[in-house]
């Protein structure tokens, strides 16, 4: 079965930095590929990053640009979110989903998900 654990969410200050990381593992990491979503209490999930795991391209939000990175390690079937420069309005649930139909920002595409972070910016 595919699975995605999500692990490093936790309290920061604003203006700090954490890096988020998600493990996949039940498939070859190569056939489906990862991006992460957050979703702020009683708001909709809203999309953050995105890559190709077979060539480490990436999408990011404009909402994030610039202040958040994707990366992976094929070889770990490990993708990292690094997040700086925080915002109050960081805080949020963050999941990484995979998807074998696309490696944009289309919540539709993404059918697996984790159980999801908690990063909290106070």
């Known amino acids: 079965d595919v699975q995605l654990v999500e692990s490093g969410g936790g309290l920061v200050e604003p203006g700090g930095s954490l890096t988020l990381s998600c493990v996949a593992s039940g498939y070859t990491y190569t056939s489906k590929n990862i991006a992460w979503f957050r979703q702020r209490s009683g708001e909709e999930r809203e999309p953050i990053a995105s890559i190709y795991s077979r060539g480490g391209i990436e999408r990011i939000a404009d909402s994030v640009k610039g202040r958040f990175t994707i990366t992976q390690d094929q070889a770990k079937s490990t993708v990292w979110l690094q997040m700086n420069n925080l915002k109050v309005e960081g805080t949020a649930m963050y999941y990484c989903?995979?998807?074998?139909?696309?490696?944009?920002?289309?919540?539709?595409?993404?059918?697996?998900w984790g159980q999801g972070t908690q990063v909290t910016v106070s």
């Open positions: 989903a995979a998807s074998d139909r696309g490696f944009g920002l289309r919540e539709d595409w993404y059918a697996y």
